[in-house]
């Protein structure tokens, strides 16, 4: 493989750590580091100062936590791509939703990706003894292996055969009523990850090929196009982020054979479809019990969403019919 288009694989020996550039792999000094959620962004919405519960359950605020990158890296590859979104995000939904979707599965990726990498290097340390150890779970290392291997595109010239290797819902929400600017949702074992910037809501399933878009595409050409309230987008989230715990397949990437002279690298995906079942069943009492977490600051519990067992879950998106609801009726408010 040519030189340039070689891929850094940190899954491979487990290469984490503070002297480690996060992409390339390259050996940096302590103080050369990224901060896993763009400067511009949390000046422009405010939360640097804001905490964060990691999954040690210690609490940081957005701007310490921050992975290692080297300055190639930060000035060759990051640099530009944040540039193209702010300028992007600075037309709002319109801006977000003409970005290439590359791009924003990048952009998306990195932050998830810096999240997670600050799990593992934590992990390193051998004082740091987590009670659920990402390090000690082979098969999302698996699942974290393939996602780097296309996230890796932020560095190396690459092209995705046929296929985005994650699916991205852009959603207007009215966001005039809620308290704050920003907020943010991860999930590490099914790789999603949500962002709310002012009315612009990005919901992504970073490793499923689309699968997850496309199971909801009715409900989403329904809706693509609409302006949400604050509860409806929250229910949205709820589907796409329960349509991340049903999925059963775990999309594997493979570098096509090169050539000296390629200026680029094209990315063959496969799928382990070994059981051909691509989602487990729907069940309304798991799914009802993820939407009560999203819709707790309405104060609707499990048992308010799934009234009678016989009928669909409540929903503030659709009628029993199947209509769109264009101003929804929130339970317990005139
Ligand atoms: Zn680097």
Known sequence: MPQHLSIFDPFEGMRFGNHICFLCGTTISADQQTPVFPAWLMEEYGFAHEPLRLLDQSVVTYQDLKIPCCHQCQTQHLQPLEEKVQKALAQGVTGI????????????????????????????????????????????????????????????????????PGSLFVIDVDASAEPTRFEFRDELSTMMFSLRLDNVLIVSCLLDNGMIKDAMKRVWQEIEFKQLQPIQAAELSARIFYAGYLLNVIPDYLVRATKPQDDHLVMDTLIDDVTNVIFNPWQHSSYAKL????????????????????????????????EFIAFPQIPGQV
Request: hydrophobic share 45%; proline share 8%.
């Open 291 to 322: 939407l009560a977490t999203m819709w707790a600051k309405w104060g609707i519990s499990q048992e308010d969403i799934l009234r009678d067992p016989q009928e669909e879950p409540m929903s503030m998106l659709f009628s029993p019919e199947g």
């Open 97 to 164: 939703r003409a970005l290439d979707p590359k791009l924003l599965f990048q952009w998306m990726g990195k932050m998830f990706y810096g999240t997670l990498i600050t799990e593992l290097i934590k992990e390193q340390n051998p004082l740091v003894q987590p009670e659920y150890a990402v390090s000690e779970q082979p098969k999302m290392l698996m699942k974290f292996q393939a996602f780097f291997r296309v996230l890796q595109s932020l560095r190396v010239p690459m092209a995705f055969a046929d296929f985005l």
